[in-house]
């Protein structure tokens, strides 16, 4: 997915994205967006309220609006848990969420560069499509021709105080995630995320 300056699009947004623009100069602009925001939050449209949570999920998972417009039709058709919930999953199981989940990547920009470069097993077999859907049992792993790479250099010292969601298990001993469970977004590591308001915005287009 092509994107723009990312630091112009934190900015936009007021909300650090792509996990690269905490540094001095965006928490000062963001304190100063904030402070000359407030009068115009009270008169800023719905739509355009629910735009803006849009783009922060598009962003955040790095993926195209095509790819989240699909994953929002299957949350609104399916009937075994809520929209919320079931689009929460379909973004957390992609595979190179894992990647950046478990650590093995810091960025998903990052992850999915690692998985489409052809890096990534799952049970064992490589796996090059960054959208790839895990499912409960499914193991990822680095590729063992891989671990040699100078981008997997002291991996194990760099995951090891990596918190990883409760539905997977990392074997840090193996490099390899155990998928155990569905994504629960109750207690996620990332909550500023609003996916009823991204929802709503698909049931009004």
């Given at each position: 997915?092509?994107?723009?300056?990312?630091?112009?699009?934190?900015?936009?947004?007021?909300?650090?994205?792509?996990?690269?623009?905490?540094?001095?100069?965006?928490?000062?602009?963001?304190?100063?967006k904030q402070?000359?925001?407030?009068?115009?939050?009270?008169?800023?449209?719905?739509?355009?309220?629910?735009?803006?949570?849009?783009?922060?999920?598009?962003?955040?998972?790095?993926?195209?609006?095509?790819?989240?417009?699909?994953?929002?039709?299957?949350?609104?058709?399916?009937?075994?848990?809520t929209p919320?919930?079931?689009?929460?999953?379909?973004?957390?199981?992609?595979?190179?969420?894992?990647?950046?989940?478990?650590?093995?990547?810091?960025?998903?920009?990052?992850?999915?560069q690692i998985?489409?470069?052809?890096?990534?097993?799952?049970?064992?077999?490589?796996?090059?499509?960054?959208?790839?859907?895990?499912?409960?049992?499914?193991?990822?792993?680095?590729?063992?021709?891989?671990?040699?790479?100078?981008?997997?250099?002291?991996?194990?010292?760099?995951?090891?105080?990596?918190?990883?969601?409760?539905?997977?298990?990392?074997?840090?001993?193996?490099?390899?995630?155990?998928?155990?469970?569905?994504?629960?977004?109750?207690?996620?590591?990332?909550?500023?995320?609003?996916?009823?308001?991204?929802?709503?915005?698909?049931?009004?287009?």
């Amino acid at each position: 997915m092509k994107v723009g300056p990312k630091y112009k699009i934190c900015r936009r947004l007021g909300s650090d994205v792509f996990g690269q623009c905490q540094t001095q100069k965006f928490q000062l602009a963001k304190s100063k967006k904030q402070g000359a925001q407030r009068t115009f939050r009270k008169s800023r449209t719905e739509y355009g309220i629910q735009l803006l949570e849009k783009q922060k999920v598009r962003y955040s998972y790095y993926i195209n609006e095509k790819q989240l417009s699909n994953y929002v039709k299957k949350a609104r058709n399916q009937k075994e848990t809520t929209p919320t919930q079931s689009l929460f999953a379909s973004l957390e199981s992609r595979l190179d969420n894992v990647v950046f989940r478990s650590g093995f990547a810091n960025t998903r920009a990052f992850a999915r560069q690692i998985v489409s470069h052809g890096h990534i097993h799952v049970n064992g077999r490589k796996v090059t499509v960054p959208s790839y859907k895990l499912k409960v049992g499914d193991v990822v792993s680095i590729r063992p021709e891989s671990k040699e790479n100078h981008i997997f250099a002291g991996i194990g010292e760099k995951t090891k105080d990596v918190a990883t969601p409760t539905w997977f298990s990392y074997d840090k001993k193996k490099g390899e995630v155990a998928i155990k469970g569905t994504p629960a977004q109750e207690g996620a590591q990332d909550e500023t995320l609003d996916l009823a308001t991204v929802i709503e915005f698909y049931s009004r287009v």
